[in-house]
Each structure stands twice: as structure tokens, then as C-alpha cells.
């Protein structure tokens, strides 16, 4: 019997193990489908050098292979020879199918074979999307090589509840309602004339309270003329800071009425920016090369002027000081760019910032002069030598338009598309309008190392350096620059240069110790 049910128990074993190999025959091995699926998954590679993308392309990468099935792989660089990184690269087993970086790099990339015009299937590179500079930007001998990203510009940062506080005293005082402060000498409350019936008197603490309007006005009323009042205290020109720091008296812990960062070009770009003009609008036309003019000479005298007034040593000076001492109430107007918007909603959030703010044009140095500030924009580049060209430009149209509400709030950059994010407050919004009327860094190859030498003028001619002479200077050695690369150009024999090979219409890298190729430096 035992042995019955022992065949009985293998006869059974049989039966199903038969059974499951049946079952298997018919069904392919999952494992295989699986293997099967992640090869047939594209894969692709973008390349970045600023941490604080790293957040908002990982989520991105994520959310774009859950709708398309496309796996994106960030990969953060350095940024140092950025560009020749990117080529070695290309070569390998790993190429990066696009790259973050500089419009000012254009050129470079294009000559490089690095960089190829976007495919843009849905027509988001249009006025639609995006301000006219931020097209120019990524603009190269009328084509169109990147997705505008983000962008960094500067503007005038003022703290609003010290010119409300003085807006409010001035009208008090106009209206004749007296002002008495406790520690106040007898000999300022019998001062006169125009300056000291504009004084706010913000250095002491007055027995009235600001909180209530004066009697016989409706405080809805009073608003309205304190508002107008603030609007016409804040400076279009040089010449009306200058006679704001006269007319005004400050806040004991208020050191600077107007400071910026003089050895940045960022900050001092605008003090003759209006009249200046190297590469034309897209920044890509060599033969175009203006900066020694009347207009800049006479601007840039004027800027050389305040050296003396606002007493700022060039060896001092840095844009995080700055920063900083608006940022503790330090200071009333500033030249500051677009990360100060963020800098600020951060301090809102810790408690360490309790006053109103907002941004607005940059002065012009008198009522004759306009001003013009730089902008710097980043674009999402695709590499000529990627081999899924078409998902890597519908990837950096995602990043760059269809996903982009969000940039702000997880990086604190702003997009340079025409996003309806909710940026808080106005500021944001306000720094977007400067963009949109800023000059963007030219991309001519040979003058790559403009911005530095730019800069040293500004440094030179604040220190006290003749400005007729520093700027003609400039003019010649940009000229020379140019006409340099263009004797080299035409001796290269057209035999020289392949019709068939991709290589052979570029040009190798030259080799920088201060390579800018990467995403636009950021001033600390």
C-alpha cells in the first residue's frame, strides 16, 4: 500500500512538472521582456554645472520617463573647460546628448561641432515663449541653437518701507504737522530750506506715530499720497541719488544710501551700457565693435566721478558685502542681479528680513543718458554628436518651456520663457521686465575674454585712469582681436576644409586657464 502511494506521489510530480515546462514553452521568460524593455528604452545625458539644478532636472528626468518613456541621466560638472569636456566626451561610451551653458559660449560650441540648431517641432522658440533677448541669445548667424532656460540680469533693489517711512515724514511736514524728535537738537528743528523741508529725519525716533494718518485725512487717502510721494523719491538718474543722500537724512543702522559692487562688470555694465555696442543685437557680428563713442566717454566720466562721493575702494568692494548689508538694513538702493530676489524670500522665511523690498529700472548716470544692463542667459544645448537627437530636443523643450512653473521655487533662478508662476511678490516680475530691455553678452569667439577686459576698464578708470584713453584703448585691442582671427581665417586653404565629415568643419578648442564655456558665472 505504502508503495502504491509512493508511485502515486511521483506520477502526480510528473503530471505537474510537465505541466509547468508546458507553461513555459508557450510563455517567453519575463526576465527576458524585462531585459528586452530596458534595452529598447532610450536613454539620455544632460549635462549641468550649477548644483542647485540638480533637484529640478532629477524631477523632471523622472516625470519625463513616466510620460514618454524616455530615461534622462543628469550628470553634474564642474564647469572648468567645460566645453572640452563635453568634446572628449563625445567620443566615449557615455556622450551627453545635451549640455546647460552660457549663451555667450555659442560660437565656440557651434565652430566645435558641439552644438546643432533645435529641431523646435512645436514651435515653442517664438515671441509666444519667450522676451526678443532671450531669442537673441540663442541666436547664431540666423539660427537658432539652444532652449533659452534661465537668466541672470541686473536692476535697482530698494528697501520700500525706509522710503515709506520718509515719503510719510516729508508730507507731514508739508502739511505742516510738526515732527518732534526726542533727541533732537533744537538747532535742526529751526534748520531751513529745501533740503530740510525734505528731510525725513529717519535718524531719530519721532514722538508721532507713522502708523496713523495725520488728522482730518482718510487713511485710505493718505496712502495714496504717501505712495505718491515714494514713487518720485526713487532715482531714474545717477544725479537723483546723488540728491536723494542730500535731501534725506537716514536710519541710525542705515550706512549706505546707494552701493554696488564696483570690480563686477554685472553692476557697472549700465553706467554706459545704452551706448555701447560690440556684435550687433544677436552679439554674433564682428564687424561691429563700438564702445569708444562721446556718449560712453561722457558716461563713464561721470562714473568715475563718484569715486569720490560714495568713498568705494575697488579693493574692497564685492557683491556678497553688498548683498549683505542690504539685507541687514543696511542699505537703501542697490545694483543688484536676480539672485538677490531669492536671497531675500529666504531670509523672509528664516525671520531675518522685516521690511518691504521691491526692484525697478537701472538709473541712467543724468536725465540725457539712458541706462542698459548685461544679462546673461542659459540655454539647454543639443551636442552634435548626440545619436537620439530628436528625444534630446524634446527634452530640453520640456525642461526649458512645458515644465518650467516651478524653476523658481526650486532653484531660485528665474526662466527666461514667459512663465505664470507665482513668484511671491512683484519683484521677481519686476527683474523679469529688466531682462527684457538688457543686453546680452556677445558670442564672437575671438572676443570671449570681453567681459573680463571689460571689466578692468571700469576698475581702471574708477581708480582714476584717464577715460578718453582707457576706452580708446579697449576699442583698439577689440579691433585688433577681430581682424587678427580674421587674417588667420583666410589663410586656411578651402582644400583644407572637408565637404562630407562633421569634423572637419570645426575647430579645435582653445585651451583657457579662465574657461567661461560653462553656464554664466555668478558673482559671490
Known amino acids: 500500500m505504502k508503495k502504491i502511494r509512493t508511485l502515486i506521489t511521483i506520477i502526480l510530480f510528473a503530471l505537474f512538472a510537465g505541466g509547468m515546462l508546458w507553461f513555459y514553452a508557450l510563455k517567453p521568460d519575463r526576465s527576458e521582456e524585462v531585459i528586452a524593455s530596458e534595452e529598447d528604452t532610450v536613454t539620455i545625458r544632460i549635462w549641468y554645472t550649477d548644483e542647485a539644478l540638480t533637484d529640478y532636472l532629477t524631477s523632471a528626468s523622472v516625470a519625463y520617463l513616466e510620460e514618454y518613456g524616455v530615461r534622462v541621466i543628469p550628470e553634474l560638472h564642474t564647469g572648468l573647460e567645460y566645453l572640452e569636456e563635453i568634446d572628449s566626451a563625445s567620443f566615449g561610451e557615455e556622450i551627453p546628448d545635451l549640455y546647460i551653458m552660457g549663451t555667450d559660449s555659442t560660437e565656440k560650441a557651434v565652430m566645435a561641432g558641439l552644438a546643432l540648431p533645435v529641431l523646435d517641432e ?7 515663449n519667450y522676451p526678443q533677448v532671450a531669442l537673441d541669445s540663442v541666436t547664431y548667424k540666423n539660427e537658432v541653437f539652444g532652449y533659452p532656460f534661465y537668466f541672470d540680469t541686473a536692476f535697482l533693489l530698494y528697501n520700500q518701507t525706509y522710503l515709506k517711512q520718509m515719503a510719510d515724514r516729508a508730507l507731514r511736514k508739508e502739511i505742516g504737522q510738526e515732527v518732534v524728535s526726542s533727541d533732537s537738537d533744537s538747532s ?3 534748520d531751513s530750506g529745501d533740503a530740510d523741508d525734505e528731510d525725513g529725519g529717519m535718524s531719530d525716533i519721532d514722538d508721532i506715530s507713522l502708523e496713523n494718518p495725520p488728522e ?27 540728491n536723494f543722500a542730500n535731501s534725506y537724512s537716514a536710519p541710525d543702522n542705515v550706512e549706505n544710501i546707494f552701493l554696488w559692487d564696483v570690480n563686477d562688470i554685472f553692476y557697472n555694465y549700465f553706467f554706459m551700457g545704452a551706448y555701447m555696442n560690440v556684435g550687433g543685437e544677436c552679439g554674433d557680428d564682428p564687424t561691429i565693435i563700438d564702445v569708444y563713442n562721446p556718449d560712453t566717454v561722457q558716461c563713464m566720466q561721470v562714473y568715475q566721478g563718484l569715486h569720490q562721493f560714495f568713498s568705494i575702494e575697488s579693493s574692497e568692494s564685492n557683491y556678497k558685502h553688498v548683498l549683505d548689508t542690504f539685507l541687514q538694513g543696511k542699505t537703501i538702493f542697490m545694483i543688484a542681479t536676480t539672485d538677490a530676489v531669492s536671497s531675500i524670500v529666504e531670509a523672509q ?24 544692463g548685461l544679462s546673461t ?11 537620439h537627437r530628436a528625444e534630446a530636443d524634446a527634452f530640453a523643450r520640456f525642461v526649458a518651456v512645458d515644465n518650467i512653473d516651478s524653476l523658481f521655487q526650486r532653484t531660485g533662478k528665474l526662466s527666461a520663457a514667459n512663465v505664470t508662476e507665482d513668484y511671491i511678490d512683484d519683484a521677481a516680475d519686476l527683474a523679469r521686465d529688466m531682462y527684457k530691455v538688457s543686453q546680452p553678452l556677445p558670442k564672437i569667439l575671438q572676443l570671449s575674454d570681453f567681459w573680463i577686459e571689460l571689466e578692468l576698464v571700469f576698475v581702471k578708470i574708477w581708480d582714476g585712469a584717464d577715460v578718453e584713453e582707457t576706452l580708446a584703448d579697449l576699442q583698439s585691442r577689440l579691433q585688433v582681436q577681430i581682424d587678427t582671427a580674421g587674417v588667420a581665417q583666410d589663410t586656411v586653404s578651402a582644400d583644407d576644409i572637408g565637404d562630407d565629415s562633421a569634423s572637419d568643419n570645426t575647430v579645435d578648442l582653445p585651451a583657457s586657464e579662465n574657461d567661461t564655456s560653462g553656464e554664466e558665472t555668478t558673482s559671490d
Open 122 to 128: 512645436k514651435g515653442a522658440i517664438s515671441l509666444i
Open 188 to 190: 535742526d528743528s529751526n
Open 216 to 242: 482730518g485725512y482718510d487713511p485710505a487717502e493718505w496712502d495714496v499720497l504717501v505712495s505718491e510721494r515714494m514713487e518720485k523719491m526713487i532715482p531714474t538718474s545717477i544725479q537723483d541719488v546723488l
Open 349 to 372: 522665511h528664516e525671520g531675518t528680513f522685516y521690511w518691504e523690498y521691491s526692484v525697478t529700472s537701472l538709473p541712467g548716470v543724468d536725465a540725457e543718458h539712458a541706462s542698459k
Open 377 to 387: 542667459t542659459s540655454a539647454i544645448y543639443i551636442n552634435g554628436y548626440t545619436q
